[in-house]
């Protein structure tokens, strides 16, 4: 591996990943751009929008695919934030390149904008093998998470999702001091809650600002990690 962990790389994703060994990564927690085609608001004409309208998502998720599944472990865990319109075009692709994948839903726990059957949820496309590891803590893990959303007032990003969401990801599929990798890790709180469970982390994003961000939370998360096991330690 010719990157360090423990950092940030303000880089395109596939190219940050194409620097990293083979079958190095014990999980890949990530929420990706999942962007859809505007519509053809310019037009008069009404037109049906078509699947392969979605052809452009589903070549850029294969190609991040093609180098996430080489670094993960043999018995790594790949999960992949998603909606329910771009839930086909991530799911088939994983489908095809793993043994057993699962939706879970993420329940904010209040309602969105909008009229009847506002949005409440996220899906998370949970991808490993046959012989992926898991940690046993003893706890029951449904299919259902249940985490308030970041208030919009306290995002660093505008679709920031909640530090103990990802650590409930993170704790039941990765070893301490195992390498969690975030292929778009936009305001870092797969990183931060990583390194708050004592694992270790390499994180890529295009956005410089976001970078900086990320770099001074995860120096927050780790003085917070230390001071935590300094105060356990004394307290025996």
């Not at 692709?93 to 409440?120: A, E």
């Not at 259902?144 to 969401?165: D, N, Q």
Request: glycine share 6%.
């Amino acid at each position: 591996m010719t990157l360090e962990i423990d950092r940030i790389y303000c880089m395109d994703c596939i190219e940050g990943m194409q620097q990293i060994g083979t079958a190095s990564v014990d999980a890949i927690i990530t929420d990706p751009p999942f962007f859809i085609p505007a519509s053809h608001y310019q037009s008069r004409v009404k037109w049906q929008r078509k699947y392969s309208d979605l052809s452009v998502l589903r070549i850029f998720w294969e190609s991040v695919l093609s180098e996430a599944t080489r670094v993960l472990k043999p018995t790594g865990h790949m999960f992949a934030f998603c909606n329910g319109d771009s839930y086909p075009v991530f799911y088939a692709p994983m489908f095809d390149r793993f043994d057993r994948v699962k939706c879970l839903v993420w329940d904010k726990g209040h309602v969105g904008l909008g009229r009847i059957f506002r949005n409440q949820h996220e899906l998370i496309i949970w991808a490993r093998s046959t012989d992926c590891m898991h940690v046993d803590d003893g706890r029951a893990h449904a299919d259902v998470l249940r985490y308030s959303a970041t208030p919009s007032s306290e995002r660093e990003h505008p679709v920031e999702k909640p530090e103990s969401l990802m650590m409930e990801l993170i704790a039941p599929t990765t070893p301490e001091g195992g390498l969690v990798l975030d292929p778009f890790c936009g305001s870092g709180t797969v990183l931060t809650a990583a390194k708050k469970l004592n694992r270790h982390f390499i994180g890529f994003d295009l956005d410089p600002d976001y970078c900086k961000t990320t770099e001074l939370r995860v120096v927050a998360a780790n003085e917070a990690r230390t001071l935590f096991s300094f105060e356990e330690e004394a307290s025996k």
